[in-house]
């Protein structure tokens, strides 16, 4: 008995569906990627810092400090908690010019030590936590060392007598300590005494240049960066069913 032209159309149905779905799953790539982990071995707060980028600045001062080797063996050998401010290169360069230059070994010392509590602190916690903060720089009853804290929602804002910074980032968070990103270097007023003047602005009579794409911050190309492989991905994927699928109809037809 001869097969009608539909018949002859339905014994080919199951291998045209198995034709889209391996087009398919070859070209839609996973949704989730696994996030990688954080240096193996022993604490390394300087390896954390320079796997996070932008803090070249604040791992200079805590390895010529030594304040760098005493996080670690502290982390590796005890159960003390620890949060750590870490300011970026972008908070450096807004002090004036020699600032870092002019402090003597011991206040160089102070100035890291100001950005590290002896105790590990949330988000969450600093909302309830009682003023002036105590660094590892010294006692803040005294008036030498305070930092006090500030919320607002998740927003944690930091002051010290002399300027005011925000907690900008997460950059580690383990059960042991927490590294924050700050905004601001955290100058101390036993050190600096009175508010630091930022670096001066240019002057307001130059005429302004104007900035071409090419000339333009890598940083700020990377923040305006879309990721768009995925969308791209799925046209493809959907394109592909949608021609198979004409294919098929026409051949019904």
Request: net charge neutral; with cysteine.
């Amino acid at each position: 008995m001869q097969l009608t032209m539909k018949q002859q159309q339905l014994q080919y149905f199951p291998f045209l569906l198995f034709f889209i779905f391996f087009l398919h799953s070859t070209t839609t790539p996973a949704h989730s990627q696994a996030v990688s982990p954080g240096p193996s071995g022993p604490t390394n707060i300087t390896a954390i810092l320079e796997k996070a980028g932008q803090f070249t600045t604040f791992i200079r001062l805590l390895k010529s400090t030594q304040v760098a080797n005493q996080i670690n063996t502290q982390l590796n050998n005890s159960n003390q908690g620890l949060t750590i401010f870490a300011p970026t290169d972008n908070a450096f360069t807004t002090l004036k010019s020699g600032t870092l230059n002019s402090l003597t070994d011991q206040q160089k010392v102070q100035l890291v030590q100001f950005h590290i509590l002896p105790s590990l602190f949330t988000i969450s916690q600093f909302q309830t936590v009682s003023n002036p903060l105590r660094t590892q720089a010294g006692d803040s009853s005294n008036g030498e060392f305070p930092l006090n804290v500030t919320t607002s929602g998740n927003q944690v804002n930091l002051t010290t007598g002399v300027v005011d910074a925000t907690v900008a980032n997460t950059i580690f968070s383990g059960s042991q300590f927490v590294v924050y990103q700050v905004d601001k270097v955290l100058l101390p007023l036993d050190i600096f005494g009175a508010p630091v003047s930022p670096a001066p602005a240019p002057s307001s009579d130059k005429p302004e240049k104007t900035v071409s794409g090419s000339e333009a911050p890598s940083g700020s190309k990377n923040d305006a960066s879309v990721d768009t492989s995925g969308a791209t991905t799925a046209a493809v994927s959907f394109g592909v069913v949608a021609v198979s699928a004409a294919i098929f109809c026409s051949l019904w037809l």
